[in-house]
C-alpha cells in the first residue's frame, strides 16, 4: 500500500489518514539527541511509545483534555486528527535537571520553588531557542490567547500525569507538550498533540532515582530498552508478545 507521507521527523512519521481530516502518525525506533547530532536506534521504541502515548492521551482525554488522539490502528501506528502544529515546544519542569540545571547551575534533582513552564521554539536550524511570550506574540507563533489555554492546560496535565506516575512509583521530573490547532465548523480549538513518552518526559523511579527515559540514551548510561519496557510494565501497557516482537519492519512508503 502506497500513502502520502506528510512529514517525517525525527521519531515518527505523519501519512495522509483513511479520511479527509485525519493523519497516522507512525512511531520509529530511531531516537536523536542534541539536535540530531547524537543518532540510534533503539529497539521496540515505537511500538511501546505508540502504547505509552495511546494510554495517557486517552486518560487526559477522560479529564477534558482535549487531544489529537483518535486510537490506536496497530503495533506502530495510531489514527490522529490532523492539527496545525503551533510552533512551540512547551516544557513543564517539576524538578531540576537537564538544560535547566545547566542554565542555572542547579543539581540535578534539587526540587524547585514550584512548577515551571518553558516555551521552546520548534527550529532545528536554530537549536529549538528558548523563547518568552513576548517573541511568540511578537513574532506571531500563538497569540495571547492561545499561550493562556496552552499554559492552563499543560498545568492541569502536570498536576493530572504527576499523580498518574506517581501512583507507579515514578517520579515526574519534567517533560515536553507540542499543541496544535483544530479547526471545527469555523470555530478554532487548541488541542494537545504530538506524543508523551519516555522520549519526551524525565521519568525517575521514586525510590532508586533511576532514569527510566531517554537520558539513559542522551547520556549512554544503558539499559535503555528495559526503561521503556518498564514504563510501558507500570502503566499496564506492555504488549504480551514482548521484547522479541517489537522489531517492527521497516516503514512502508
Ligand atoms: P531539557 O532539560 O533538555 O530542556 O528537556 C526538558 C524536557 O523536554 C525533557 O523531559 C525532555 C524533553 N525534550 C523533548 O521532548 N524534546 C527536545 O527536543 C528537548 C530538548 C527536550
Ligand atoms: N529530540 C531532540 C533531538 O533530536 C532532543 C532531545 O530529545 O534530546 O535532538
Excluded at 521496540?44 to 511509545?49: E, M, R, S
Amino acid at each position: 500500500m502506497r500513502r502520502r507521507r506528510i512529514y517525517e521527523g525525527k521519531a515518527k512519521v505523519l501519512f495522509e489518514g483513511p479520511e479527509p481530516g485525519t493523519l497516522v502518525q507512525y512511531f520509529k525506533d530511531d531516537a536523536t539527541a542534541f539536535n540530531n547530532q547524537k543518532q540510534g536506534v533503539i529497539t521496540g521504541k515505537g511500538v511501546l511509545n505508540n502504547r505509552i502515548s495511546e494510554y495517557l492521551m486517552l486518560r487526559l482525554s477522560e479529564i477534558g483534555v482535549p487531544t489529537h488522539f483518535v486510537r490506536r490502528l496497530n503495533m506502530r501506528e495510531q489514527l490522529v486528527r490532523e492539527v496545525e502544529i503551533i510552533p512551540i515546544e512547551v516544557v513543564v519542569r517539576n524538578v531540576a535537571a537537564g538544560s535547566l540545571a545547566k542554565r542555572f547551575r542547579l543539581e540535578e534533582g534539587s526540587a524547585l520553588p514550584r512548577s515551571i513552564v518553558e516555551y521552546y521554539l520548534k527550529n532545528d536550524e536554530l537549536g529549538d531557542p528558548l523563547v518568552s511570550e513576548e517573541h511568540i506574540t511578537a513574532f506571531g507563533w500563538a497569540n495571547p490567547q492561545d499561550i493562556d489555554d496552552i499554559l492552563q492546560l499543560s498545568l492541569r496535565i502536570n498536576d493530572f500525569l504527576s499523580g498518574l506516575f506517581h501512583g507507579i512509583g515514578l517520579r515526574l521530573v519534567d517533560f515536553k507538550l507540542e499543541y496544535g490547532r483544530l479547526w471545527e465548523e469555523e470555530q478554532m480549538r487548541i488541542v494537545l498533540a504530538d506524543e508523551i513518552s519516555p522520549d519526551s518526559c524525565r521519568l525517575w523511579d521514586i525510590e532508586t532515582n533511576e532514569k527510566l527515559d531517554k537520558d539513559r540514551f542522551r547520556r549512554d548510561l544503558g539499559r535503555v530498552e528495559e526503561a521503556y519496557q518498564e514504563v510501558a510494565r507500570r502503566l499496564g501497557v506492555l504488549p504480551e508478545a514482548g521484547p522479541m516482537d517489537l522489531k517492527g519492519p521497516k516503514v512502508m512508503q
